[in-house]
Every structure is written in C-alpha cells, then in structure tokens.
C-alpha cells in the first residue's frame, strides 16, 4: 500500500497474529532460560529483532487488491459497505442500522481493524436515514473520513421516523470534527483514484419548493484494468 498509515486511531493495535505470539515466547523462552553471556546476548539479539519485526509488519495496511473490491458488512436492519481501490484507499458507502446496537463499534471498526485497512478516505452517504449513517460517527472519534459526500436533500428529506432529529445532529457532528462536506447531484462525477471513479445518476439539484424530494442518490462505480 503507498502511505503509512498502520492503524484507523493511534491507540489502538491491529491484530498480531500467531508469527508474533511465537516471537514473543521465543524472546520470553531467551530470557528465562540462557544463562550463558556471549549465547545469551546472541539469542536476545536475534528475537528481540524478530519480534520487533514482526510488530511492525502486524500494524501495516494490508495489501491493495489488483481490482475494486467492494464488502457488505452484516448489520441487519441497514447498510454498510466498505469499498478498497486498487491504489490501497478505503471508502465506505453507507454505513448504519436500525438494530439497536452500534454498527460503527461493533462492525465496521473491527472489519477495518482485522483486514488491515488504512482509515477510509471519505464516506458516501446515500440519504438521511439513520441506517445509513448512524456507524460514521465512530469513524469520526478516530479521526476520519476527511470527506463525506451527501445530496442536496440531506438531511431536507423526510425525517427518519425512528430518529427525526438524528440526522440534523450527525451534520453538526461533521462539522465538528471538521470533515469536509461535499453535495452531490446529477453529473457529478468523483475521481476514487486512477482506475477507480464514481458516477452520479440522482438527484438533481436541490429544489426547496419541490413536495416529495428524492429520498436517496443514486450512483455508478466504475473500475478500469
């Protein structure tokens, strides 16, 4: 992967895997067991590099897939995908649930975490639901997206009856964080990386006076070889 981003939030490791967990009892097993000094000094040496190694090699982005992979994350009542570019970013596209349980903190963050993924780069939420957006906010406290791309409507749309207030609060939350805001509509097009890019079909511009807005937008992601 290009950059060096090793984990979503600095306070938090990544998975070590069981290559580190021998290390670490190799190290442990030197300490404990060789007594003698020049044998001693060698076998510190050599696992404790290991080790080092192998620490630094669990906290590295894994690898960039050859094409567009794109990832559905089980949260029952919502949506939540998570898309990896050839060029190594992430960008999630809609992300939430209606389920009762904290979609961020108990799905998205452990997906990104175990797979290794760098920090998404930006969010794409489709409409002002909060089963759309409700697992951002734990993206957010980690310190991104940077971007988030939403239509004209939001949140203008007809309120989530469940939460009408929900999506005005996750606005001022962006804005607190100080993510960028970014309207999308008709014609657009978002450039993901060289191969990868995302047309927009839907909405078209924003029309106060219009009695039923478009609930949602509608997109095209296209990747090249």
């Known amino acids: 992967l290009v950059g060096s981003e090793m984990c979503i939030r600095d306070s938090e490791l990544r998975p070590v895997g069981l290559p580190w967990v021998a290390a670490c009892y190799a190290f442990l097993g030197v300490v404990l067991f060789v007594r003698r000094g020049r044998l001693r000094r060698w076998c510190l040496s050599a696992a404790g590099t290991s080790l080092a190694a192998f620490t630094v090699l669990t906290q590295l982005s894994a690898p960039a897939p050859p094409s567009a992979q794109l990832d559905l994350l089980a949260v029952d009542a919502g ?3 998570v898309l990896r570019t050839p060029s190594g970013k992430t960008f999630i596209l809609d992300a939430g649930t209606q389920s009762g349980f904290d979609a961020g903190e108990r799905a998205l963050v452990p997906f990104l975490r175990k797979m290794r993924l760098p920090a998404p780069s930006a969010a794409f939420c489709s409409h002002a639901n909060t089963d759309h957006f409700n697992a951002i906010p734990a993206l957010l406290e980690r310190g991104s997206p940077g971007r988030v791309y939403l239509n004209d409507y939001f949140p203008y749309e007809p309120p989530d009856p469940l939460d009408p207030d929900d999506a005005t609060r996750f606005l001022q939350l962006l804005r607190t964080r100080g993510a960028k805001l970014v309207r999308l509509r008709t014609g657009q097009v978002i450039e993901l990386d060289r191969r990868t890019r995302v047309e ?20 095209l992601l296209y990747t090249s070889p």
């Open 200 to 219: 927009v079909l839907w909405p078209p511009a924003v029309r106060r006076e219009a009695k039923a807005p478009p609930l949602a937008f509608a997109c």
């Open 79 to 81: 949506q939540c995908a």
